[in-house]
């Protein structure tokens, strides 16, 4: 196969926004069973509606988070359901994403989103398996942790707590690389059309032959992004949606959904640079 280069996100704004369109639906979908269950406290009842909820000290969001207790198991896991498979049809704009910045020439959209959709199974796949690893992994983790942390109750509370989190934090980043690998491999599927079984070991490849680079080039748009996101919470905080004015909600709105907006864009840098890497690793 002729090697491509993968593109800037900068020459896919369609691709970026379709990407950014699609995670917005799920969002919306995901968001709606929560707010009916809310609405139906009969908090809408009052003067102030649901600004109640983000006044200070939390007091009627503990009263309704309390009322609607019994019904919040049956709740979680049909939301948990839901995230299942909103998570594996969201694969098929990410899938176009990287089909857009993976192939230099411009193709109708038509066909990229074909290549995607024939892309699904094994990026379901090796995304399973990822998400099996990470669950393992942080469970483990989690149990060792707690392991150490009892190992040390006749030391200073400060020094067990020190080896919780020191445990936990190895765990995180161990989670954390298997989420890259699982990017890489997702790179490499896109790219070299491979199974997830060839994909996975790609990725390990590419990961295991750079990992600083991996690292770093995932580092500065996940920076950037939390930048964002800071920033979205400063703002949120000051236009204080609880107090009255519909217009703070509606900028709320706003700042969010461009936050969410320029968090792809991130993404999307990532994604091409896993494309790079995947490149430059193969034989």
């Known amino acids: 196969m002729t090697r491509e280069l993968a593109v800037s996100p900068l020459q896919r704004p369609l691709a970026v926004t379709l990407y950014f369109a699609g995670h917005a639906v799920a969002a919306l979908v995901f968001a709606l069973p ?71 020439e411009r193709e109708p959209l038509s066909a990229t ?62 989670a954390l690389a298997v989420g890259l690998v699982r990017d890489l491999g997702r790179a490499a599927i896109v790219r070299n059309e491979l199974d997830s079984k060839t994909a996975l070991f790609s990725g390990l490849r590419a990961f295991a032959q750079a990992p600083g680079r991996v690292v770093a080039r995932w580092m500065v748009p996940a920076l950037a992004g939390a930048a964002l996101i800071a920033l979205a919470a400063a703002l949120t905080t000051l236009l204080d949606v609880s107090r009255p004015g519909t217009w703070r909600l509606g900028l709320v ?22 494309l790079g890497i995947v490149a430059d690793s193969e034989p």
């Open 34 to 104: 929560t707010t009916a269950v809310v609405a139906g406290t009969g908090l809408g009842r009052f003067p102030e509606g649901d600004r109640l909820l983000f006044q200070p000290g939390g007091v009627i969001a503990a009263e309704v988070v309390r009322t609607l207790m019994p019904a919040l198991p049956a709740h979680i896991l049909s939301s948990l359901s839901v995230a299942a498979l909103l998570g594996m049809l969201l694969l098929v704009p990410h899938a176009a994403l990287l089909v857009g910045l993976a192939r230099t």
């Open 253 to 274: 709105a706003l700042v969010h959904q461009s936050v969410a907006f320029a968090l792809c864009w991130c993404r999307a840098y990532w994604l091409r640079a896993s």
């Open 113 to 174: 989103w074909g290549r995607a959709l024939a892309h699904l199974p094994p990026l379901l796949a090796l995304s399973g398996f990822a998400l099996l690893a990470q669950a393992i992994v942080l469970v483990g983790t989690l149990t060792f942790a707690g392991t150490l942390r009892g190992a040390f109750t006749g030391s200073t509370t400060r020094s067990a707590d020190l080896v919780y989190f020191g445990a936990v934090l190895v765990g995180s980043l161990l």
